[in-house]
């Protein structure tokens, strides 16, 4: 039999998590059926379950200032302030969605998560360390080059996403460890693009996402980001093939051959597979598709 503990504070969890295995419990709704035989039977949890729910310091979406370097001559040509927001591992799915402060890509990318239901209890917290490859807040994440904060009785560490989600279902958490907070540095790309294709417009697993940002000024592409959801192992972006397209005029957006030559790119970085869900071969082609769309609508 598997004991229960639902803490109201950070400490009290950390504390719990520090002795022994435990099954950390969100929102749910993946955990619920993964654990579950079949509709109608009690899940079966292998370890004590810690619920995050009730810890009132994981609820809010906050404006914060970065310590770090962001600053720098770096960090300010790639369009980063001094500024961020920290969003709690415990807030909805639905608090993400309706928060102005969140930037556009990352509300849209979790607007489209399942049904209204779902968002009002599921977190993103959850969706990041479920690590599925179809999850989709994950592109925005990566686009938005998200930090995760780990915390353990220990003390806390930093991790960029990217290097937080090492393959299908699998993450750097250790043992003790809980996800607290994601952290978005402010960045200046104004445009947006967001795309995921499903089986219907609502309620459907992702069969591919494509997300992508980008800064034009005075013609000149100044800042392109794009990521691609279900597509790999993990979430697809390529800075190197990204350098491409920084830089250019937007003219060049409009030349086939420069188009045929950035989609040459990515499609030897796209692997998709097989599954339930969709063909390898129409994810890569939808892919390519998707990401002219995104070109073309700069030019
Ligand atoms: C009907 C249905 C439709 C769905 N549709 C979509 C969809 O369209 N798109 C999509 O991306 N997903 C979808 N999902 C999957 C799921 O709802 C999301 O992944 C959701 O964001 C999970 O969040 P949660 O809070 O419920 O996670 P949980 O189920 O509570 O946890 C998921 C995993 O993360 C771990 N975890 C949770 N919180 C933390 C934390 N703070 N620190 C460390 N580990 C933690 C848990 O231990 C578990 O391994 C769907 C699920 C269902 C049942």
């Given at each position: 039999m598997v004991t229960v503990y639902r803490p109201d504070t950070l400490e009290q969890a950390l504390d719990k998590l520090a002795v022994g295995e435990h099954t950390l419990f969100s929102g749910g709704t993946d955990l619920m059926v993964r654990h579950?035989?079949?509709?109608g039977i009690t899940p079966d949890f292998k370890h004590d379950v810690v619920f995050?729910?009730?810890?009132?310091?994981?609820?809010h979406i906050t404006p914060i200032e970065l310590e770090s370097d962001l600053g720098t001559e770096a960090g300010l040509q790639s369009g980063l302030c001094q500024s961020g927001l920290c969003i709690g591992a415990g807030v909805s799915l639905h608090d993400i969605e309706i928060n102005?402060?969140?930037p556009d890509v990352l509300r849209q990318s979790v607007a489209n998560i399942a049904a209204p239901a779902l968002r009002n209890r599921a977190t993103m917290a959850g969706n990041i360390c479920n690590a599925s490859p179809a999850a989709d807040s994950l592109p925005a994440l990566y686009l938005l080059d998200a930090k995760l904060v780990l915390s353990s009785i220990h003390g806390q560490r930093e991790m960029p996403i990217a290097n937080f989600i090492?393959?299908?279902?699998?993450?750097c958490l250790h043992q003790g460890?809980?996800?607290?907070h994601v952290v978005i540095p402010k960045a200046d790309l104004p445009v947006t693009f967001y795309h995921k294709v499903g089986t219907?417009?609502?309620?459907a697993l992702t069969k591919l996402s494509v997300a992508g940002l980008a800064k034009v000024e005075q013609g000149k592409v100044v800042d392109w980001r794009v990521a691609f959801g279900a597509v790999g192992p993990t979430v697809v972006r390529s800075t190197v093939l990204e350098q491409k397209i920084i830089g250019q005029p937007v003219e060049m957006l409009r030349e086939p051959l420069f188009i045929e030559n950035i989609l040459s790119g990515y499609s030897k970085v796209i692997c998709p597979i097989d599954d339930q869900r969709s063909t390898a071969q129409y994810r890569h082609r939808a892919s390519l598709n998707l990401l002219e769309r995104w070109l073309t609508q700069l030019a």
């Open positions: 579950s035989a079949r509709p995050l729910d009730a810890i009132e310091e994981l609820q102005p402060l969140v090492t393959g299908p279902g699998r993450t460890e809980v996800l607290t219907r417009a609502a309620n």
